[in-house]
């Protein structure tokens, strides 16, 4: 990940609680580069000096923050430079891209220190997805800095999952597991084990970089959407809050994966009607960010599929916007890159968009890459090791 990038996300540091103290004023200032020494410490965050000193020397026998003598040349003594020992805290996040389960592991300073893969046959069941977290585990843990406290271990999940109950219930990917309970995987483990949605963290990088109320609709394998306005303020709902892939479309009998017939994914989802578009290109469980080329370079504009999906997408759209008033509406996936069809939504969107005269102005496709989303799931969990290792001392 570029630097300017992992700037911005840790400028917004901390984005699920409130400060803690000043102490931990002073790590996040050296943190994101605004401070290099006690002393600009000392003006910068205008608090004593001899406090400073405290809480440096504190953040130094945590192993925190580090300091050395810069390497200015000259007469006098050397000035000294705070750092961070980034390495001190991590989280474990599991990802799926395409067909495969990738872990990794990121730091204090929101960069990826090890990452680790294999792939899941599509039809891979509960025992073989079980085998395959375990393994990425193993390879994984051993990568951890001898320094380093593990914050937690995110499974940033897509399809359907119950927080409460810790089971993924259901995956396109892999229709063959089915409640897959994620915590009996690692029994003994003493780290915090979660799980978040990956579009919910897709969607806290764009409340990172703007704070509106702000919807994102991912029309691609799937369809489903994400809703937040901040960072601590993204609606969780229930175990399959988001999934509007499967409502009821009038008039349609498809048999859906789910269970049900008719569902919207029947219409319009790449699993349902990748290959009427792309024919023998389309492979199922390819990676969306190469369907999305695919897509880019067709026209489509007159094919009656693609047409029909639009104007379910379009509808499913105005329908969710109905229900939370968004001032933003980011669509994401492979559909939206291909031009045509992104107009045609847009067209139809705004149709049906103005309600009572008001509409939402802001209407876009995401830039954030299914990658990026792996610190939206790493910095919360990074964010509450901080707090949690600043509060025992
Ligand atoms: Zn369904």
Not at 193 to 216: A, G, K, P
């Amino acid at each position: 990940m570029n630097n300017k990038l992992t700037i911005d996300l840790l400028s917004h540091l901390p984005i699920t609680r409130p400060l803690l103290n000043d102490q931990e004023r002073v790590f996040l200032a050296v943190l994101k580069g605004q401070v290099k020494s006690r002393s600009e410490a000392t003006k910068s965050l205008s608090i004593r000096s001899t406090t400073i000193s405290d809480y440096v020397a504190e953040l130094l026998a945590m192993r925190l923050l580090t300091e050395v003598p810069s390497e200015r040349a000259g007469r006098g003594r050397p000035s000294l430079i705070l750092g961070v020992n980034a390495n001190r805290l991590v989280t474990i996040v599991f990802q799926v891209i395409s067909q495969s389960v990738h872990v990794f592991m990121v730091n204090l300073s929101a960069e990826i220190i090890a990452h680790e893969k294999i792939e899941a046959a599509p039809d891979s069941d509960n025992a073989v997805l079980e085998s395959i977290f375990l393994r990425l585990y193993q390879a994984i843990i051993v990568k951890q800095p001898a320094e380093a406290g593990l914050a937690g271990i995110v499974f940033s999940l897509g399809g359907v999952f119950d927080r409460i109950t810790w089971r993924w219930i259901h995956s396109s990917r892999w229709p063959g597991m089915n409640n897959l309970d994620i915590r009996s995987i690692f029994p003994g483990e003493e780290h915090a084990i979660s799980m978040s949605r990956t579009l919910d963290n897709e969607l806290l990088i764009h409340l990172l970089q703007q704070d509106e109320s702000t919807l994102l609709l991912h029309w691609g394998y799937g369809v489903g959407f994400a809703f937040g306005h901040s960072g601590d303020r993204i609606v969780e709902g229930g175990y399959a809050f988001g999934e509007i892939g499967h409502w009821h479309i009038a008039g349609e009998a498809a048999r859906c994966h789910c269970g049900q017939t008719g569902c919207l994914e029947t219409v319009t989802a790449l699993w349902s009607i990748g290959r009427q578009i792309l024919g023998d290109e389309f492979q199922a469980g390819d990676d969306e960010e190469h369907i999305a080329r695919l897509l880019e370079e067709r026209d489509l504009s007159d094919n009656p599929v693609v047409q029909k999906a639009v104007a379910q997408i379009t509808t499913a759209a105005s329908n969710v916007c109905r229900v939370f008033f968004p001032k933003k509406l980011i669509i994401s996936g492979p559909f939206v890159k291909n031009a045509g069809i992104w107009r045609a939504f847009c067209d139809g969107f705004s149709q049906q968009n103005s309600f009572f005269g008001q509409t939402i102005q802001a209407l876009s496709v995401s830039q954030v890459s299914r990658d990026l989303g792996v610190y939206g799931a790493a910095l919360p969990v990074l964010e509450q090791g901080l707090a949690k290792l600043l509060q025992e001392r």
